[in-house]
Structure formats: C-alpha cells, structure tokens
T-cell receptor, first 116, second 114 residues
C-alpha cells in the first residue's frame, strides 16, 4: 500500500513554456503533499506544502508565481513550472502524507525537468 | 534552526564489509529521525525511522540505526553490504509541531566494490 505515482518521469521543454507535473496517491487519500527540488549531487530542498482544498504554503525564496501548486483533490497535486528557464532544470520530487500519519510519507519517483 | 549533517559525501566499501553512515542533527529537543535511500533517478524509499522508545531501530534491507542523544547522532549501519546497496542515503529530521516538514541532510553516496 501507500503508493505515490509521479508523472512524467522525464520532460524536456523549451524555454518560456510551462510544464505540469502530477503527483497522485494511488491507494490512499493524501491530505498533505510536499514538493521538493533536488539539484545534482545535492539534497532535497522543500519548495512548498500543499493541503487539499487550500492554498499551498511556499518556503522562503520559492517564487509562488513561477511554481504553481494545485491540490484540488485528496489524491492529486500538481506542480506547474511557468515560463520555464534553463535554471529551472532540476529533479522534482513529491511526497504524500496520509491522514493521521504525522510522518508517514511516501515519495514519488521524481520528474527530471530539462529546459532547453 | 534545525540542521542535519552527513559528514561523509562519498563512502566506498567492499561487498560483504560492514557499513556505517553518519548523521548528526542540531536541535534543542529530540526530533523524529529518518533514513531514506535513493537510487539514481528515483524517489526516496524509507529505510527506518525513530520516534521514541528503543534507541536501536531495525529497518528494511538489513539496515539498522542507533539514536544517541548524548551525541545528537543517528548513524545508519549494516553488517554486510551487498552490491545492490549502492545508492544515495539521506538522513532527515522532523519536528513535533513543525508542520510535519522534513529537513534532509546533504546525503552520502555509497559505492560498493565487488
């Protein structure tokens, strides 16, 4: 149980376009989802926390208008990178937490975004 | 602010040898502690976690970790490493009442020599 599906696994887009990444909890309802960014050979940096039905909470330094997060249902959160630039190229990972499980996180398999 | 330190960026061990990956945290109270493993291009898999109780925690894949309050450490160990253990290992901490956020260490890249 507790499977999180992240799609796409890889995406290449042109500079100036937008890209949407989906994070789905397949067999549980996730009240909270987290979005991380990971640069090569580095750790995961939390970008934002999204709670179902409310606005996402962004970490300091993360541009809200560039990284749009939507958590419209208990099984789906999306991250949209708007007007992408090469510096947005990175590995993005989501994680989901089931209700009543304080630190019961399940991570998606990540999305490799390359902006050319 | 809380922090997590993994002093070893890279570690190389021979298959069959024992392994210890170090993790130290900085926080006034005892946080929740986790070890995750990440294979290349993949998400993270939870190896084990410590919330309270017995300070020696058993995890999956033969891993264990020991919480030492006096040293603010939570080192990961495995008595005999397999080639398939080669991956990136992350230590993470979470705080009670901290919005359930995790703070990750910088990771240790494990290479296993055959």
């Amino acid at each position: 149980g507790a499977v999180v599906s992240q799609h796409p696994s890889r995406v290449i887009c042109k500079s100036g376009t937008s890209v949407k990444i989906e994070c789905r909890s397949l067999d549980f309802q996730a009240t909270t989802m987290f979005w991380y960014r990971q640069f090569p050979k580095q750790s995961l940096m939390l970008m934002a926390t999204s709670n179902e039905g409310s606005k996402a909470t962004y970490e300091q330094g993360v541009e809200k208008d560039k990284f749009l997060i939507n958590h419209a249902s208990l099984t789906l959160s999306t991250l949209t990178v708007t007007s992408a630039h090469p510096e947005d190229s990175s590995f993005y990972i989501c994680s989901a937490r089931a209700p009543g499980m304080a630190y019961g996180y399940t991570f998606g398999s990540g999305t490799r975004l390359t902006v050319v | 602010a809380q922090s997590v330190t993994q002093p070893d960026i890279h570690i190389t061990v021979s298959e069959g040898a024992s392994l210890e990956l170090r993790c130290n945290y900085s926080y006034g109270a005892t946080p929740y502690l986790f070890w995750y493993v990440q294979s290349p291009g993949q998400g993270l898999q939870l190896l084990l976690k410590y919330f309270s109780g017995d300070t020696l925690v058993q995890g999956i894949k033969g891993f264990e970790a020991e919480f030492k309050r006096s040293q603010s450490s939570f080192n990961l160990r495995k008595p005999s490493v397999h080639w398939s253990d080669a991956a990136e290992y992350f230590c993470a901490v979470g705080l009670t009442g901290g919005g359930n956020k995790l703070t990750f260490g910088t990771g240790t890249q494990l290479k296993v020599e055959l």
